[in-house]
């Protein structure tokens, strides 16, 4: 192992103790699975808003967004990032305070149980429903973030793809199982910071070898379409394509999945003062905004690094940063323990989210399907036995899915959060703001939102194609939010109890 290798790995093997030290600390403060979820709604407004953002952003920020810039030009990753802020922040300020209240008074952990209470729903079938989606679309997510671990110790150290993986597994799965939704929360929050410190780094850094901001731009001017908001870069043909008014509302769309992500909107759920809320919403929309521009530009440097030669061209455009990184390493061991904060902060990305979405999806199995839909009675330890049990099941089977070492990050995460959006979005919008809504109406129009996203990127994008080739979380949202409303105003109105607790929470401040 050379000197570069020793630094970096230093650096992370310390990152790596305190985010376990942090499980260890938390595992002895959870007494109970309202603690182990929703960690007994006491989070501060910081942690809030910075452990909401990092489990949101994950690899995705640091490998996905730049490979996508560095591949096309800005106007894909722009419009997606455009479109994320807009998201973040009403999500933030709609949607936070309101779910806050609500889940509190009705006594609800997870976002399943939100819903079925929220409906009066004896029968739990809108809770086994949402539990199974967010399975269904955690798992694969969650694979995603152990395929990009597996690529970046593959990538840096000669490691097998498949040892790292499962070692990255081990370790995320560790903390969490120990310190459930507070040991999360911790780190995210310090992930965050991290994150934050590995994309300055690398964009000054990137600038100054490629020569400058003014040869990056250059470089860019150079190919057609590379820096237009309106058409795209195609590196098969070199042409510029481009971009329709519907593809550009289509890839705005991202934002809409903020309203269904279960990990967001857990946090919300969590926070200790509603009052504060506030303070969380700016914190975590000018964090949103800053980070996106720097890993957008970071794609464009990428290119310029490659254009002036200190950069081999890349094979997986989503390694862009760690060739980054590897290259700084090589400035000796102060640049190689810096390189190795980068390389964490990936780790970092990557670990924020993945932990959220096990909490998520074993919350889901474990309270909304054994305990909400089959009755399944277990005292308080053996409840939290369950939940751990359940969160190291659900790792092993994103293992299995994460086998191959071709997998895409973006187009994995891409796919799950057009699922949660379109699913969970109307849903939970209508819950919060429309007392007509039934159980029938959400119920009908969850089925039918998932159902699209499926139906949307795999039969029409495909066999279709020409202006119905878009991103499939718009026409699924819609159709999702659709469904929804037809079917409240066609079954009976929702019993009186139910808008009585709408009306208390609406009045409530």
């Keep these: 192992m050379t000197k570069a290798q020793i630094g970096i790995m230093i650096s992370i093997v310390v990152y790596l103790a305190v985010v376990v030290l942090i499980g260890v600390i938390y595992s002895r403060k959870t007494k109970n699975v309202g603690d182990f979820y929703l960690g007994g709604r006491k989070l501060g407004p910081l942690v809030t808003a910075m452990s909401a953002e990092a489990s949101d952003m ?44 609500y889940s509190e008074k009705i006594g609800a952990i997870t976002v399943p149980d939100f819903f079925s209470q929220r409906y009066k729903e004896k029968k739990n079938v809108l809770m086994a429903i949402a539990a199974l989606v967010i399975i269904v679309f955690f798992v694969p997510y969650t694979a995603s973030g152990f395929a990009a671990c597996g690529k970046l110790f593959g990538t840096l150290f000669g490691v097998d793809y498949h040892i790292a993986m499962v070692i990255s597994a081990i370790i995320i799965v560790g903390y969490t199982s120990l310190g459930g939704f507070n040991a999360a929360s911790t780190t995210d929050f310090i992930q965050s910071i991290v994150m934050t410190v590995a ?220 699922g949660f959006g379109a699913a969970f979005g109307p849903v939970m919008l209508l819950a919060l703001f429309w007392k007509r809504s039934n159980k029938y109406g959400a119920i009908a129009g969850m089925i039918a939102g998932g159902a699209m996203v499926f139906i949307w990127k795999y039969i029409i994008a495909v066999k279709v194609g020409g202006v119905f080739a878009i991103y499939e979380l718009l026409p699924a949202f819609l159709i999702g939010l659709v469904v929804n409303v037809i079917v409240s105003l066609l079954t009976p109105k929702p019993e009186q109890e139910i808008v009585d607790t709408f009306e208390a929470v609406k009045a409530s401040k």
């Excluded at 490998?63 to 998201?87: E, F, K, Q, R, S």
């Excluded at 993945?354 to 089959?374: C, P, T, V, W």
Aim: hydrophobic residues 55%; charged residues 10%.
């Design 58 to 101: 994950s690899s995705w920020l640091l490998m996905g967004l730049p490979g996508v810039a560095y591949l096309t030009g800005i106007a894909d990753a722009g419009w997606t990032a455009i479109g994320l802020a807009v998201g973040t922040y009403f999500n933030w300020l709609i949607v936070a305070k309101k779910l806050r209240n």
């Design 199 to 418: 994309l300055v780094v690398v964009l000054v850094f990137g600038v100054s070898q490629a020569g400058g901001m003014d040869a990056v731009l250059d470089n860019a001017r150079s190919l057609s379409g590379y820096l237009g908001m309106f058409n795209t870069y195609n590196p098969e043909t070199g042409e510029a394509v481009s971009h329709s008014a519907l593809t550009i509302a289509s890839t705005m769309a991202w934002g809409l999945g903020y309203f269904g992500m279960p990990h967001i909107l857990l946090r919300f759920m969590a926070i200790e003062n509603p009052e504060k809320i506030r303070l969380s919403r700016r914190v975590a929309s000018v964090w949103v905004v800053i980070s996106m521009a720097i890993a957008v530009i970071i794609g464009v440097v990428g290119l310029g690094m490659v254009k002036a030669g200190v950069l081999s061209p890349l094979a997986d455009s989503e390694t862009i940063i760690v060739q980054i990184a590897d290259l700084l390493s090589g400035k000796g061991m102060v640049f190689a323990l810096i390189a190795g904060v980068i390389l964490a902060g990936i780790l970092a990305s990557t670990m924020s989210t993945a932990d959220s979405q096990l909490l998520a999806a074993s919350s889901s199995a474990s309270e909304n399907i054994l305990g909400g839909l089959f009755k399944l009675k277990l005292s308080e330890t053996g409840e939290m036995v369950v939940a751990r049990v359940t969160l190291i099941v659900i790792s092993v089977i994103g293992v299995v899915i994460a086998w191959d070492s071709n997998s895409s990050v973006f187009g994995i995460v891409s796919f799950a959060w057009a």
